[in-house]
């Protein structure tokens, strides 16, 4: 089992930047996983917006966010963490953290998720 606990959201302008991070706990060693971040809006699907390989070598992003967010992670602190710069409206969601047992986009691939935490970006 793993515990996943999201912190760092809130409310920004556009135009301004956040950090999010998860803290991971659990008996399997956080470095067995790969990490990501999803996201829901009001109203739509969850949807994928980054990963990372279980050394940090490898990351993947959305098309929507590629060049202004930047996933991260310490092994050491068994933390993940995404860096958004250049926030728009259309970011506003619920930001969730997964680990999965390897590196993919598809939800359904990740086993443990975090409550999630909420960013709202104001026009």
């Known amino acids: 089992q793993v515990q996943l606990v999201e912190s760092g959201g809130g409310l920004v302008q556009a135009g301004g930047s956040l950090r999010l991070s998860c803290a991971a706990s659990?008996?399997?060693?956080?470095?067995?996983?790969?990490m990501a971040w999803f996201r829901q809006a009001p109203g739509k699907e969850r949807e994928f917006v980054a990963v990372?390989?279980?050394?940090?070598?490898?990351?993947n992003y959305a098309d929507s966010v590629k060049g202004r967010f930047t996933i991260s992670r310490d092994n050491a602190k068994n933390t993940v963490s995404l860096q958004m710069n250049s926030l728009k409206p259309e970011d506003t969601a619920v930001y969730y953290c997964?680990?999965?047992?390897?590196?993919?986009?598809?939800?359904?691939?990740?086993?443990?998720w975090g409550k999630g935490t909420l960013v709202t970006v104001s026009s």
């Open positions: 659990g008996r399997t060693p956080f470095s067995a996983y790969a």
């Open positions: 997964a680990a999965g047992s390897r590196m993919t986009r598809s939800e359904y691939n990740m086993n443990y």
């Open positions: 990372i390989s279980w050394n940090g070598g490898t990351t």
